[in-house]
């Protein structure tokens, strides 16, 4: 009598897809501006080293992401300031924003209590958007390429996200993309070009956390984020 196969559980590699498309744009820009650096003879370094740090960190957290879904361990929380979190990210991001002539701003409004959380896989998640969006940006029809990464709070605890001028991130957007990962080159056609691969990434390493990827808005601009529950204890201290 044959035996009983035990359920196997995939590992989360649906979208190596759109990783392996969005490694292709920093190894392009690498290639190119060493190219052009040998025909002019201008110092190109920063903006190679910029490339190649951007695809270190998708890499990074794409790894991070598979870790947090498929180990044994608990993952590790601590009491974190979110604005401290978002700082960290938002320097994170900063050399690739300027690579791309995206302005990165920084809005924390409100009373922000501590959250539970792990800073790490956090900031990975908002960095990882932070990208996909920057990456977005410069191929929309506007004049104002600007990403404020924001903090604000609402009726179910404390949004963190990252926000632009473009009507098109929207709930139903978020939702067709989510639904294409893996399966298509541009899963969000109508905001961009690229294989929007840190979207994705957030949205594993959000999962691994209890959390859920939500578009949200933040005063007049459009964005992507999550809500975290304050931490009850440190508000009463």
């Keep these: 009598m044959a035996k009983k196969q035990k359920n196997i559980t995939l590992m989360p590699y649906d979208l190596l897809l759109n990783v392996a498309e969005e490694i292709k ?9 060493a190219e052009q650096s040998q025909l002019t003879g201008k110092d190109l370094n920063q903006q190679i080293k910029t490339s190649s740090d951007s695809a270190l960190k998708l890499l990074d957290s794409y790894v991070l992401g598979l870790k947090l879904a498929t180990s044994s361990q608990e993952i590790a929380y601590e009491t974190v300031s979110l604005s401290s979190v978002l700082y960290d990210s938002a320097h994170e991001l900063y050399a690739t924003a300027k690579n791309y002539g995206v302005a990165l701003e920084l809005s924390l409004e409100g009373r922000h209590s501590p959250v539970q959380t792990n800073p790490d896989a956090l900031k990975a998640a908002m960095t990882s958007l932070g990208m996909a969006l920057i990456e977005a940006l410069p191929a929309q029809e506007t004049t104002q390429l600007k990403l404020v990464m924001a903090s604000h709070p609402c009726r179910y605890g ?52 209890k959390l859920n990827l939500i578009s949200s808005r933040h005063h007049n601009l459009h964005g992507l984020g999550t809500i975290l529950q304050p931490n009850k204890q440190m508000e009463l201290i």
């Design 158 to 209: 404390q949004v963190a996200g990252i926000y632009a001028d473009q009507e098109q991130i929207s709930k139903e957007s978020l939702k067709q993309g989510l639904i294409l990962k893996g399966v298509s080159a541009q899963p969000f056609v109508r905001t961009s070009h690229t294989s929007s691969a840190g979207v994705f990434i957030a949205d594993n390493i959000l999962k691994s956390l």
């Design 25 to 33: 744009l920093p190894l392009l820009q690498i290639a190119r501006a």
